[in-house]
C-alpha cells in the first residue's frame, strides 16, 4: 500500500487550501478501510484532523476544523481530499494522510504536505 499526499502551500489567512491523497490499494481492501489526515504543528505533536470511512463515506472531524474543512473521497480515483477554508495560522503544519481499519488505527502513511498560514 503506497498513500502519495500533495496540494500544501502557503496561504493568507481566510484562504482555502485543497489536499489530495492517493492510494495504490486494492479496492477490496479500502472498502472496509478509512483514511484519515493528521498534522503535527511547529514545536507540536501530531494531531487528528479528520477521517472517512470508503465504503459508506461516514466522516468525523477534529473540533479545531469542523464547520470548516471538509474530507471527501473518489472510489474510482481512489484519493481522499481535504478541502480547507477559512484557514487560520493555527493551521500550519505538516499534513499527513494515513490509512487504516479506524481512527487512530492508522498502518501507512503518507510522505506529508506542508500548509503554511500566514497572518
Known amino acids: 500500500v503506497q498513500l502519495q499526499a500533495f496540494g500544501g502551500g502557503l496561504v493568507q489567512a481566510g484562504g482555502s487550501l485543497r489536499l489530495s491523497c492517493s492510494c495504490a490499494?486494492?479496492?477490496?481492501?479500502?472498502?472496509?478501510?478509512?483514511m484519515g489526515w493528521l498534522r503535527q504543528g511547529p514545536g507540536k505533536e501530531r494531531e487528528f484532523v479528520a477521517n472517512?470511512?470508503?465504503?459508506?463515506?461516514?466522516?468525523y472531524y477534529a473540533d479545531s476544523v469542523k464547520g470548516r474543512f471538509t474530507i471527501s473521497r473518489d472510489n474510482g480515483k481512489k484519493t481522499v481530499y481535504l478541502q480547507m477554508d477559512s484557514l487560520k495560522p493555527e493551521d500550519t503544519a505538516v499534513y499527513y494522510c494515513?490509512?487504516?481499519?479506524?481512527?487512530?488505527?492508522?498502518?501507512?502513511w503518507g510522505q506529508g504536505t506542508q500548509v503554511t498560514v500566514s497572518s
Open positions: 494515513a490509512l487504516g481499519t479506524s481512527i487512530g488505527e492508522y498502518r501507512y
Open positions: 472517512i470511512r470508503w465504503g459508506a463515506g461516514t466522516t
Open positions: 490499494a486494492s479496492g477490496r481492501i479500502l472498502s472496509s478501510w478509512s
